[in-house]
T-cell receptor, first 114, second 113 residues
Framework: NAGVTQTPKFQVLKTGQSMTLQCAQDMNHEYMSWYRQDPGMGLRLIHYSVGAGITDQGEVPNGYNVSRSTTEDFPLRLLSAAPSQTSVYFC?????????????FGEGSWLTVV | DQQVKQNSPSLSVQEGRISILNCDYTNSMFDYFLWYKKYPAEGPTFLISISSIKDKNEDGRFTVFLNKSAKHLSLHIVPSQPGDSAVYFCAAYLIQGAQKLVFGQGTRLTINP
């Protein structure tokens, strides 16, 4: 996985706790996004950003907040964790929209909410 | 509403034979299609892509075919190797607007020696 770093890799939260999943890329990509992967569901888009200061909702945004203050970083915040947010989270980045641009993924963050 | 579907959760193929993974989609406006490969505990890695203006793209042992009239694409791996054992996701996106990938559910490919 080229240049997309996610932390932490594993996290256990209690219901109601808050936390931030960090994502950083060093490829000067404009586009960044967060996905969650659940069994039998593939990867579903949570939030995305097409550049610093610009964010938008994806397919499953409820319960998550994002911000994009720099090109490099795109943190995902869980304000009040719920068991339904137990999942594997992937951050991704690519150059701005253009045909055939490869989207690179981080290695994933495993989150369990008890 | 699943816009991209992979109806086979798993596929088992003998080493050296051809692996064919299938994917169907419902949105005829998709501009680009991609295949990603995912090993356990790792992020998806890009494998091969195809533009909607083409019907075939080849890269070594991997070939992707696109049938727009049927809204169907397939990934062929020839010959299959043990290292190809992984989960394969097809994905699609629209160039207009944001580059939002829509993924299928994935197919777990197992290559048997």
């Amino acid at each position: 996985n080229a240049g997309v770093t996610q932390t932490p890799k594993f996290q256990v939260l209690k219901t109601g706790q808050s936390m931030t999943l960090q994502c950083a890329q060093d490829m000067n990509h404009e586009y960044m996004s967060w996905y969650r992967q659940d069994p039998g569901m593939g990867l579903r888009l949570i939030h995305y950003s097409v550049g610093a200061g610009i964010t938008d909702q994806g397919e499953v945004p409820n319960g998550y907040n994002v911000s994009r203050s720099t090109t490099e970083d795109f943190p995902l915040r869980l304000l009040s964790a719920a068991p339904s947010q137990t999942s594997v989270y992937f951050c991704a980045s690519s150059y701005q929209v253009s045909s055939g641009n490869t989207i690179y993924f981080g290695e994933g963050s495993w989150l369990t909410v008890v | 509403d699943q816009q991209v579907k992979q109806n086979s959760p798993s596929l088992s193929v003998q080493e050296g034979r051809i692996s064919i993974l299938n994917c169907d989609y419902t949105n005829s406006m998709f501009d680009y299609f991609l295949w990603y490969k995912k090993y356990p505990a790792e992020g998806p890695t890009f494998l091969i892509s195809i533009s909607s203006i083409k019907d075939k793209n080849e890269d070594g042992r991997f070939t992707v075919f696109l049938n727009k009239s049927a809204k169907h694409l397939s990934l062929h791996i020839v010959p299959s190797q043990p290292g190809d054992s992984a989960v394969y996701f097809c994905a699609a996106y629209l160039i207009q607007g944001a580059q939002k990938l829509v993924f299928g559910q994935g197919t777990r490919l197992t290559i048997n020696p």
